[in-house]
DNA sequence: ATTCCAATCTGGACACTGTCAAGCTGGTGG
DNA sequence: CCACCAGCTTGACAGTGTCCAGATTGGAAT
């Protein structure tokens, strides 16, 4: 039978729901996405997801891999196709700054306190966290920033500027120009 | 009558629910608030806070706007109590990032984009923001930093680090630490 | 091939929530 | 003295997360 949609054996339920969830993450905020309303887009009861997720918060705490997942990928393949260090930089910012904007309510899914406390993230979320500083921690001490406390102060800016950009406070060309002063300011020589 | 708490007439309940709900914004996000739960807190019914706002959101927004000019009033004594205009930018900032982690449910509910969105802010919030953003501009005007993203890239930066504190990615520490190495950066000469 | 099992899905139930509608209360202006 | 009306209350409804007990299935062991 495979995947085939129907019937009483599903096939891979969890995918599906997540699929469906992550559809409408695209739309509303995760705080609005009701467990109830993900099965019924899969076309299951409402109680089929708990064969497949714990809770409510489990449902959100794999949307939350799956968009860390997504916006790691992008940021990486933004540093790789750079052609200078100083570039790389600017490029894994500008990845970041733009998935918050472009996916606010997946990004806001991923920084949730309540869908992952950091202090005890989930076995597939804490190296994808890693995963995300590393590369970044990379880019900065390739383009020269060694210092202590600067890829914690770079990671902090282009986070700052596209939450703000996310929830409107300014526009993400805004964002983006200011990512790029400030890196002409942190970089050591033009 | 004027201001005692029970009979049938309460005096200023619309106060009395804020002051209630803002108690609960320490112990948990706003998300978990129930208007019902504020209500009890209260000692009304769970249809009272209906004669003093609107919605849920209503109640929401006022909290908000309170916790708006909270951190407003602190990043302005701070600024204001610096000896130099390198300091009352440090001192600003600090401020910022102290709240974020301090008060992060209320910190949260202040850039709820769904609590408050800001292409259409409260009649209230709007200067609030607005005199937030010219704190920021002046300390950083003074300190030296007048090229058009600057101010942007300030309040991203102090943002990103409180919110990602705040959420537990590291410490506070950790976060003014990595202010302070960006502003040394960041600010022209030493 | 038949039987059985464990995983999967279903329906019903409970407490809780936001919100609407209607009724009670008690001080105030006529 | 009375009628009013803002402030508060009770009642009801739909929607939600979650627990429970039953129904259904595909595949494994015999």
């Known amino acids: 039978m495979s995947s085939s949609k129907d019937g009483y054996h599903h096939g891979d339920l969890a995918r599906a729901l997540e699929d469906a969830a992550m559809q409408l993450l695209e739309r509303m905020p995760a705080a609005e996405i009701s467990l109830r309303e993900v099965a019924r887009a899969a076309n299951v009861s409402h109680n089929a997801p708990y064969h497949h997720f714990s809770d409510r918060l489990g449902l959100l705490k794999a949307l939350a ?15 790789a ?11 894994g910012g500008t990845a970041y700054i733009r998935y918050a904007v472009e996916h606010p309510h997946a990004f806001d899914a991923v920084y949730d306190p309540t869908v992952c406390v950091p202090g005890s993230p989930t076995a597939t979320m804490a190296p994808l966290i890693d995963a995300l500083e590393g590369a970044l921690a990379d880019a900065a001490l390739a383009a020269g920033l060694d210092r202590p406390g600067d890829v914690v102060a770079l990671w902090g800016l282009v986070h700052g500027l596209g939450t703000l950009a996310a929830a409107g406070h300014f526009t993400l060309d805004d964002a983006l120009a200011a990512a790029s002063t400030a890196l002409d300011r942190l970089l050591p020589a033009a």
């Open 81 to 91: 196709a750079a052609p200078d260090p100083r570039a790389a930089l600017a490029a």
């Open 65 to 79: 891999e799956r968009s860390m997942a997504d916006l790691l990928d992008r940021v990486r393949s933004a540093t």
